[in-house]
């Protein structure tokens, strides 16, 4: 019979979500057990026996902020169900710039770089499963057609591109402003490029061509 992974003790929980709370406060790339173990009235021998080391307590604090992130994906797609990828981003946005969220981002971000810098530590793969997770959502608020198209791909590409961008200069200076703003404004450029808006003098122009070559307007 195959081997069945036991499920997790209820003190390993309590102490999980007591280590997840005490790293988005302090961060996670210089996490300590000893200090750690104080702040939870632990031990650093009660953690490293309950998660097996230090490199997977550390995983196991990347896997619970993601699950944070997969809950408000999943949050945010139930709620847009049928809105056009703008909507979404906005929503996401929104998201992303509350003031109550900065220290979940800021954890985000440190396991982020982590991936790049330490590719086979315990953050391996945490930017990329990132992406992904990220894409898939902004892939939901695209139409079949659009979602399955090389443009399509790029659109939702660059969509990303620009909350990230945003969220790194919101973390870096607290400016809500200025990068809502700037959202603001490349939101009503995708709008503006799946409806392009036709100016009257352009439809005239096009209907003067069209009765001197003899089609019908």
């Given amino acids: 019979m195959p081997a069945t992974t036991p499920a997790p003790s209820s003190r390993r929980s ?6 997840y709370h005490y790293v988005l406060e302090h961060g996670v790339a210089d996490l300590s057990l000893r200090p750690l173990a104080a702040a939870l009235e632990s031990s650093p021998r009660v953690l490293l026996f309950l998660f097996g080391s230090k490199a997977e307590l550390v995983q196991a604090l990347l896997a619970r902020a993601r699950a944070e992130e997969l809950d408000l994906l999943s949050r945010v797609r139930a709620a847009s169900d049928q809105s056009d990828l703008a909507t979404v981003a906005f929503e996401l946005w929104g998201w992303l710039a509350a003031a109550d969220h900065r220290a979940l981002l800021t954890l985000w971000v ?8 330490d590719p086979d ?10 992406v992904n997770d990220w ?10 057609k659009v979602r399955d198209s090389a443009a ?3 659109q939702r590409t660059l969509m990303l591109a620009v909350l990230r961008g945003a969220l790194l200069d919101l973390l870096a200076t607290s400016d809500l402003e200025r990068t809502t703003d700037a959202i603001t404004q490349q939101l009503a450029l995708l709008r503006d490029s799946a409806h392009p808006r036709v100016s009257p003098s352009a439809t005239a122009e096009s209907a003067a061509t069209a009765l001197d070559a003899g089609r019908p307007i």
């Fill in 14 to 19: 309590e102490l999980l979500e007591g280590a």
């Fill in 110 to 117: 440190e396991g982020y770089a982590r991936s790049l810098i």
């Fill in 121 to 130: 530590g315990p953050w391996a793969n945490f930017a990329q499963a990132t």
């Fill in 135 to 144: 894409l898939d959502v902004l892939a939901q608020a695209q139409s079949a």
């Fill in 152 to 154: 399509g791909e790029v």
